[in-house]
C-alpha cells in the first residue's frame, strides 16, 4: 500500500500487542513464502516509559524511563495506520527477514531498538509515541 511506509507509525488492532504503538520498518506488499499475506516488519513498545515529575532523583527517573521493545511481522489486515512518521535510520540495517530466524540474532535485534527508542525517548521528541493509548 502507498501509504504504508518505512518510519510510518501504526497502531496494532488484534492479539497480544493491541493498543500498542509501532514503527514500520520494512513493508512488504506482497507476501513471500512463509507470509502469503502482504505485511510489515514492525518494531514497537510493549511496556511504556512511566510518569516523571521533577522532584524524583536521576536514578528513579533512569528507572522509569526505561522501554520494553517487541519486534513483529503483522498482517497489514490488523495494523491502523496514524499521521505520525518516526524516523529511526539505525533500525533497517538491524531488522529483516533473517532476524526472525535465530532467537539470538532476535534477542540483539531487540536490545539495539530498546537503546534506539530510550534514546528517542530521553532527547524529548516524538512525545505522542511514547505514551500509552488511553481508552
Known sequence: MKFLKVG???????GRYAGKKVVIILPMDVGNKAHPFPHALVAGIDRYPLKV???MSKARVTKRSKIKPFIKTINYNHIMPTRYTLDLEGLKGVISLE????VSQREEAKKTVKKTLEERYSSGKNRWFFTPLRF
Open 53 to 55: 515529575t521533577r522532584r
Open 8 to 14: 510510518r507509525v501504526a497502531i496494532i488492532t488484534r
Open 99 to 102: 532476524t526472525f530466524k535465530e
